[in-house]
C-alpha cells in the first residue's frame, strides 16, 4: 500500500497538461518606446492572427484573437519599430467550437469576463517593439522556434499591466511582404490574471504558463 499513493500522485502529475513546449518569453519591466524608422508596412488583419493556448489538469483549449490596424517600420532590411493592436473582443475558441457551442460561448464569456482580459474594460493589448536584433544562436542559448533570425523585444500592454517581453522569431521580407512568426510562453499573472493560479487549486488550476503564437502579414 505505501507505493500505490505515490504511484498515483505520480500518475496524476504525468496527466496533468502543460503549456506547449516553446521557448519562453525574457520578461521585465517596461522600456522607452522609439518611433521606427524607414518605410511603414500595414499590417493585413483579413489573415493576420494571435493564438494562445491555456492548459489545465483535464486539458488545454486554443482560441485566437483578431487585429486592429497595425504597423511596423523597416529600414534596409531590418525591423525598426512598430505596434501591434489586438482586438480582444474577438477572442474566439476554436478547439470547442465544432463540437460544442455551448461550452464554448461559456469558455469564451468567462475568459472575456473580469478575472481575465476584462475586455468591456480593456478592449485593445498592445505591443510595442522597443527593439529588434539578429538572433545569434550560442551555447545554452538554444531556442525551439525553427529558423529564429531575430530577437524582438516590445512592451506588451495587457489591462492595466505593461511589461517588456523578448523572444526569438522568424522574419523574412520578399517582394514588398513582411511575414513574421513566433511561438513562445508567458505567465499570465504577470498582467493581472492570477484567477484558478494557485497550486492548491488541484483540479480546478488553470495553468500560469500560456502559450502565444503569431502570424503576422505586413505590406506597403
Known amino acids: 500500500m505505501k507505493y500505490i499513493v505515490p504511484i498515483i500522485l505520480l500518475t496524476l502529475m504525468a ?3 502543460q503549456a506547449p513546449k516553446a521557448d519562453k518569453a525574457t520578461i521585465q519591466d517596461a522600456q522607452s518606446v522609439k518611433e521606427g524608422e524607414g518605410r511603414s508596412y500595414h499590417v493585413d488583419t483579413t489573415v493576420s492572427v494571435v493564438q494562445f493556448i491555456g492548459t489545465k489538469p483535464t486539458g488545454k483549449h486554443t482560441g485566437i484573437f483578431r487585429l486592429l490596424e497595425s504597423k511596423l517600420y523597416v529600414q534596409d532590411t531590418l525591423v525598426t519599430g512598430g505596434s501591434i493592436r489586438i482586438n480582444m473582443s ?3 475558441d476554436i478547439d470547442l467550437a465544432p463540437t460544442d457551442s455551448m461550452l464554448q460561448h461559456k469558455l469564451e464569456a468567462e475568459l472575456k469576463g473580469p ?3 476584462d475586455i468591456e474594460k480593456y478592449p485593445v493589448a ?3 517593439i522597443t527593439g529588434v ?3 545569434k544562436p550560442s551555447v545554452g542559448n ?3 522556434m525553427k529558423d529564429a533570425n531575430y530577437t524582438v523585444q516590445g512592451n506588451l500592454t495587457m489591462k492595466d499591466s505593461t511589461k517588456n517581453i523578448s523572444f ?3 522574419i523574412t521580407r520578399e517582394k514588398g511582404v513582411i511575414r513574421a512568426e513566433a511561438n513562445f510562453n508567458i505567465d499570465r499573472t504577470l498582467w493581472g490574471m492570477t484567477y484558478r ?3 492548491s487549486m488541484q483540479d480546478k488550476l488553470i495553468n500560469s504558463q500560456v502559450n502565444i503564437q503569431f502570424k503576422l502579414v505586413a505590406k506597403q
Request: aromatic residues 20%.
Open 15 to 17: 496527466a496533468c497538461e
Open 126 to 128: 498592445t505591443f510595442e
Open 90 to 92: 474577438t477572442l474566439q
Open 168 to 170: 526569438p522569431a522568424y
Open 133 to 135: 536584433t539578429n538572433f
Open 197 to 199: 493560479a494557485d497550486q
Open 142 to 144: 538554444e531556442v525551439l
Open 115 to 117: 478575472m481575465f482580459f
